[in-house]
């Protein structure tokens, strides 16, 4: 069974960064498209990033110039890089399989704050 553990998550002021790290417990990154996913209160979870298990990447039109995904498949570990953080970007952020997430793979999560 498949465990994707998100962490890296805080409160930062707006304009700062974050960088946020998902690992797995098995190896899935090196033969699936994982992706960013994020939920903010009242919203659906929405699909932010994207890396392909060729390391093409996509981003959400939001989140483009700003956030950078990475993957290192020895470490089954995904990464997303947030800069120049806005207060929109406040959610809780997930990893999965992109861009059709399974079911039995979402994990609790991280928090993300932005606030001066």
């Known amino acids: 069974q498949v465990q994707l553990v998100e962490s890296g998550g805080g409160l930062v002021q707006p304009g700062g960064s974050l960088r946020l790290s998902c690992a797995a417990s098995?190896?899935?990154?090196?033969?699936?498209?994982m992706g960013w996913y994020r939920q903010a209160p009242g919203k659906q979870r929405e699909l932010v990033a994207t890396?392909?298990?060729?390391?093409?990447?996509i981003y959400a039109d939001s989140v483009k110039g700003r956030f950078t995904i990475s993957r290192d498949n020895a470490k089954n570990t995904v990464y997303l890089q947030m800069n120049s953080l806005k207060p929109e970007d406040m959610a809780v952020y997930y990893c999965?399989?992109?861009?059709?997430?399974?079911?039995?793979?979402w994990g609790q999560g991280t928090q993300v704050t932005v606030s001066s």
């Open positions: 999965n399989t992109a861009p059709f997430p399974k079911a039995g793979y």
């Open positions: 098995g190896s899935i990154f090196s033969i699936n498209s």
């Open positions: 890396i392909t298990s060729g390391d093409s990447t």
